[in-house]
Nanobody
């Protein structure tokens, strides 16, 4: 059973930092790309970052570039999102997702899809339940 569990959210003042964790079970991160997404109150879900299991490349939304860093510990099947210089507009529920191309039957590294990567493939997503990040002024 594929499971993703986010942790590390909480309340932090503007300018502070948090590190989110996404612990996976039932699969290996080597066979999926892992993305972070967030949804603020009254807003649409947006992609925050993605890390490729093909070559380790990372991608970021413009709104978080330079402040957030995603990384992986494959031995622990865990992906992290280090969030620095947090702003009130970062307040949202943060979700991690494991993704791979629909119809992919084998195993191997997976790159992040467009617009992050170069291939706009249709992906299947396995979602965690989210962790709330609240940034106060």
């Amino acid at each position: 059973e594929v499971q993703l569990v986010e942790s590390g959210g909480g309340l932090v003042q503007a300018g502070g930092s948090l590190r989110l964790s996404c612990a996976a079970s039932g699969f290996s991160f080597d066979d999926y790309a892992i993305g972070w997404f967030r949804q603020a109150p009254g807003q649409e879900r947006e992609g925050v970052s993605c890390i490729s299991s093909l070559d380790g490349s990372t991608y970021y939304a413009d709104s978080v570039k330079g402040r957030f860093t995603t990384s992986s510990d494959n031995a622990k099947n865990t992906v992290y999102l280090q969030m620095n210089s947090l702003k009130p507009e970062d307040t949202a529920v943060y979700y991690c997702a494991a993704l791979r191309p629909i119809g992919m039957r084998g195993y191997g590294g997976v790159d992040c899809p467009a617009p992050w990567g170069s291939d706009p493939y249709s992906a299947m997503y396995y979602w965690g339940k989210g962790t709330l990040v609240t940034v106060s002024s």
